[in-house]
């Protein structure tokens, strides 16, 4: 599926982060201090570009994006422009921004680790999760549907019980996210994805086994690749350059200045789509963003099980959740209070708040 155009944009429009999740390189990497926020003249230019080139959704991130002080119009440019916008948000600076970005993101993420208010805070660094809670009041109150983020580690895996739970009285998708090592503490034994492949159907729950596959798999094979990403997504910094083959390992970095149509049709351009998944530092990679999108350019057993994780996905948040809000079946308390009723139900099982 070589001829496929490229799926994804991958804009990080800030590298500055208000969180301090152990598991992330960006808030205490050198390379990202002193840093300025991308520019919203540089956005236009660059989406209008990537529209040419057939780019379907538009992922801003970061850092936190919410900490652009100008992200509502740049989520408006993208859907002007007929993109499908996805977000991530520790939710720190949500209830504060939810008005203004209101409708503009398709694809809402609160990152959401443990109901375990302890854990989630040792987890994100800060306190944050009262400030999740009140996201998720928020949002519900707005009509929006954010999906719950789960990063899942062998110290947090024992949180799909309390989480899956939770999702399903509020009727929004647990989107279970295997953390990717990066050489710290924070991985998934292979024990732990079989634990949590027993939760694959249960209502609202979003497991993409290729990911699981992936891992079993050893990872990227650098002799014969699985990685697409260079054909599949696109990549901008926030001072503007496209970075090559992808962030975690950019060895390239080249200066946009409102050429990304040129850059995308350039023999360089070309040679890195040949080398993608080849380098040394591809060997054993296992990093989600990439993968996700790069299943879909090879029809293969990750292509098939990463569509069926994305017909599940449809299915609750446009059917199952229809008739769930039909019947009555939702609980639309504050987050908080079922967070509370969950613990109380299981108080045998030694989950504790
Ligand atoms: S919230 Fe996201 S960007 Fe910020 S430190 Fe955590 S993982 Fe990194
Ligand atoms: S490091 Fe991973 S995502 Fe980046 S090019 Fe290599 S295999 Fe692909």
Redesign the pocket.
Known sequence: MAFFPPLLLHYYITYHCNCRCPFCDIWHSKLYSNTTNTRVNDVKQNLIQAKKLGVKFVDFTGGEPLLHPKINILLKIAKELGFRTSLTTNCLLYPQKAETIKGLVDFLHFSLDSLNKIQHDDLRGKNVFNKVMHSIDTARTLGESPDLLYTVTDQNVDQIIPLSEFAKRLGLILIVNPVFSNGNRHTVSFKNLKFLEKYQFKPYVYINRAFHRLRKNGG?RKKN?R?R?VSSTLVISPDNYLLL??F??NNKKIVIKNSLLKIYNSQEFKEYKHK??R?D??AN?V?NC?FDPSFVYKCDAYFFESLQAKVQYIYYKHIKKKFDVLFGRLDYRPALEIVKEIYKENDTSGLSL
């Open positions: 990227n690749p990685c990403v083959p992808c975690h390992f993608q998944g380098f530092f591809c990679c990093l990439y």
